[in-house]
């Protein structure tokens, strides 16, 4: 439904639904010249190399989420995934991000030296800082490395702030699918259509 779009960056979370789908996904997004992500979502240690080990088996194009680098980044050693780890301290499902903007840009300065491509950070999920001062203290720690925002983005006004302090991409999901980024139009074929009009006017 949504690759007529033109969209080339198309994720998921492997929570939910047999490995089987998650390659046949896999498989269909990449096949459709697109880059695939894998998001991280799980709760323990344990089932999050669970679900580092299925990007890699698929294997995924970019993997996002999870803070253990030291052990992640080894087990994604000679595959080409690009790894994202979360900056702060994520807890709970759904995910809040506590953390102060020093300790976050302390975190992608870290996660940049030993390896990462970047950080997945949750700013509007934050519970301790302003969203926008995470997202500042992010960019400047990471350097080049690639800042990707995700969680709770559900309008054109956050897409637009985002753009300004250097952010390289988000993620958006629930606000697609409850029609919430733009409430005049209807299914999320018209709510991506939205979304790609904001960011055609910002580039």
Known sequence: A???LGIR??????????PGVLSTLNQRIQ????TSYLEIVSETPDACLQSVATGKVL???RLLGGTDVETILPILAGSNIAYFPFAG???GHPTQLAGQPEQVAEHCRAFMAAGASGVDLLAYRA??????????AAREG??????????????PDQLRRLHDLGVD???????????????????????????????????
Do not use: C, H, M
Not at 9 to 18: N, Q, R, Y
Not at 31 to 34: E, T, V
Not at 175 to 203: C, K
């Open 2 to 4: 949504v690759l007529p």
């Open 9 to 18: 960056d198309i994720g998921f979370k492997d929570i939910g639904v047999a």
């Open 31 to 34: 096949s459709a010249g697109a």
């Open 59 to 61: 294997p995924v194009d």
């Open 89 to 91: 301290f994520p807890r």
């Open 127 to 136: 519970v301790d800082a302003d969203p926008l001062d995470l997202v500042r």
């Open 142 to 155: 990471l350097g080049n490395g690639e800042l990707i925002v995700a969680g709770s983005i559900s309008g």
């Open 169 to 203: 991409a988000v993620t958006i999901g629930t606000a697609l699918f409850s029609e919430d980024y733009a409430n005049a139009r209807s299914g999320v074929v018209a709510q991506l259509e939205a979304a790609l009009e904001t960011i055609a006017a910002l580039n």
